[in-house]
Every structure is written in C-alpha cells, then in structure tokens.
C-alpha cells in the first residue's frame, strides 16, 4: 500500500509528519535535505503534503561538524507522532566504540507504531548501533562503509548504491545522496509526477543513474568531448520504439565496446539496465498522467505487451498497472493523451510510510 495523507476530524488533510534527528556533530549539510526536498513538495490544489521539522534529544541547539549550530523547531512530542523519522550524518561520540547516542534507543521505543527510519551518510551508524540494521541490507558513504561493516557485522552492507530501500527502513549514502533519498520516499509516498516537481523546483536530476559504485576510486573519462549522453537523450525521446545496443552506439558516435564500457562509466549502469528503468518509469508516468489504456501504456513504453508490463510492475512495486493508476488518480488530474517520454525517474517500492 502507498502512503497517502490521513484526515483530521473535520476531514482535512494533515501533511505526513518528518522528524529530522539532530544526532550532534551533526552533518549539516545532511540535515538541510529533508526539509528543502520534502518540505517543497505539494499535492494537486497546492497543499503541503509534508510537515518536516528538526527535532534534538535533548532539546538544544545541536552543533554540526562545520562549526555551526542548528536551532530545533519540534519537540520530542513532535518526534514521537512523527511518521517518519531521519537521522542526518552524524559523528556522534560512541561511533567508533559501538556506542549509541545517548537516549537514542529510548527515543526510538517510544516512536509511534509503524513510524519509517530513515537515515542520510553516517547517520546509518546511529541505527546501526541501535540494532535497527540488524539483517537488513544498508548503505552509507562509501569511505566509512568497511567501518559500518566491521562494527556492525549484522548488517548487509552495500556501498555500490544511492540508496536502500527495506519498506520501514531505508538508508543513503554520503551527502547528495540524501537528495536521492528523499525524492525517492516523495515518488514512493505521491508518485513520479510529485517527485519530478520537487526535483525541477529544486534544479536536480529526479533520478540518477547508477550507484555510489561509479564514485569509488574510478578513474574520470577522459575529456576527450565523447560522452553517451547524445545515445541516452535519443533514448528517451524514443522509448515506444524498438531500441538495440549498435543503434545506441551509434546515436553516440562510438564502436559499441566503446560505448557499453563509457556508459557503465558515465552512469554505473550496463545500457540495458538503464533502459529497462526508463521504459518502466515512462510507463508509471503515463499511468499517473494519462487515460491510456494498459495495452498503449505498454506500447507507448516500449514494454511491448500488456502482460509484460503487469509482470514487471508487480516485480518491482507488488501491484497490477490499473491498481496503481486508482492510487494516484485522485490526487493527480488526468491529463489530455499524450506519449512524451519522461526524461529521469525508475521503479521503486511502494509500501506504507
């Protein structure tokens, strides 16, 4: 089920509610995400669909590793009714040791039932030593991955990624990632069309291409002017059609081992990859925007058949085309036919926040 925005008594919508959890030094970069993202994103007659507040445990100000401090404005009455709970890159004390901050845990247990944990950069140690990771697969900085990874050996550990998603906990990696994140938990929460706004407002790629994989130790391409982006920027304006490998080695001017060895450079993904992402995000946009029946839907996506479609959609979001359409058709106008195919976005889970 997606999460959708619940109604007080006299049936109005209240925005979801996000604690940010200043954990001091706090990364203050990390801490500005949440708010810039989430706090931009607007629901159909303009509503805010977000009600992002930063919260400490002890109520003070919480000084960030540059030398800052940042100011709460919610309390701990506001974290414990959050739905959704982040936790900025932190270098609390204790990191290293396997201490958790003090009160964490406590604060954690007294969270409302169901609430997300979210965390950004280092903030994933902070779950970590509370136990919230333990089985699941995480991610943080790459540079601090094999540390996470020591301290903590019960959790699965994956530096290759923007971002993890295990329904009530996800995690990022280091810093931009965190922007990853949060317009992922939009897309999952409202859809691409909301997630794609915030991303424009907020001049940012809706979705990047690739891991953090493409960001350890690899050596820059050369500059020698040669890029696959002339192949990606075909692609997209031709996702109904058939589309193979030498076409796109082609559209970028490049022998096609050329080609598929700089696009695994360039976006940390086999071109095969990234197309399938795009046909399968183009497909949701239409779902969202359009009355395309299911077949055009496929067809203008260039998934090819209905069936197919419906196979890969309940592979990466557990639901039909038609019943993810009912999700967002009341809180998206329909939009006159169209086929123009969405330039960033990919599937992701849809569960309950």
């Not at 900025?88 to 409302?112: C, M, N, S």
């Not at 903590?152 to 295990?166: I, M, S």
Request: charged share 20%.
């Amino acid at each position: 089920m997606i999460a959708i925005m619940r109604k007080d008594h006299a049936n109005r919508a209240v925005p979801h509610r996000v604690a940010v959890l200043l954990l001091p030094p706090v990364v203050g970069y990390d801490a500005t995400i949440p708010p810039q993202f989430l706090g931009t994103a607007r629901g159909p007659a303009g509503e805010r669909l977000y009600d992002v507040r930063m919260v400490s445990l002890d109520g003070r100000p919480a000084m960030t590793t540059s030398g800052y401090a940042i100011t709460p404005d919610g309390d701990l009455d506001f974290l414990r009714e959050a739905r959704t709970v982040i936790i900025p890159g932190t270098q609390f004390p204790g990191r290293d040791t396997g201490e958790p901050p003090a009160g964490l845990i406590a604060a954690l247990a007294g969270l409302r039932p169901g609430a997300r944990l979210v965390s950004i950069c280092t903030g994933a140690f902070a779950l970590a030593l509370a136990g919230v990771l333990d089985g699941r697969r995480a991610t943080t900085h790459w540079a601090h991955a094999g540390d996470l990874r020591a301290l903590r050996p019960q959790v699965k550990v994956d530096e290759g990624v923007l971002f993890t998603d295990d329904g009530d906990v996800l995690t990022s990696a280091g810093l931009s990632a965190g922007a990853d994140l949060c317009l992922h938990l939009i897309r999952r929460d409202h859809g691409a069309e909301v997630a794609t706004m915030v991303a424009r407002h907020c001049v940012v790629p809706p979705w990047r291409d690739g891991g953090q994989a493409q960001f350890i130790d690899r050596p820059v391409p050369a500059a020698d002017g040669d890029t696959t982006a002339p192949a990606r920027d075909w692609a997209l304006a031709h996702l109904g059609e058939p589309i193979d490998m030498a076409t796109l080695a082609h559209q970028a001017h490049m022998s096609l081992r050329t080609f598929n060895r700089r696009f695994s450079e360039e976006t940390g993904r086999s071109p095969g990859a990234w197309l399938a992402g795009q046909r399968l995000n183009h497909a949701r946009r239409l779902l969202e925007t359009t009355d395309l029946t299911v077949d055009r839907v496929a067809e203008a996506s260039g998934l090819g058949t209905a069936a197919n479609l419906r196979l890969r959609l309940r592979e990466t979001l557990g639901v039909a085309p038609l019943a993810y359409r009912r999700t967002f058709r009341d809180r998206q106008a329909v939009q006159p036919r169209q086929s123009r195919p969405a330039r960033h976005g990919a599937p992701s889970p849809a569960v309950t926040g």
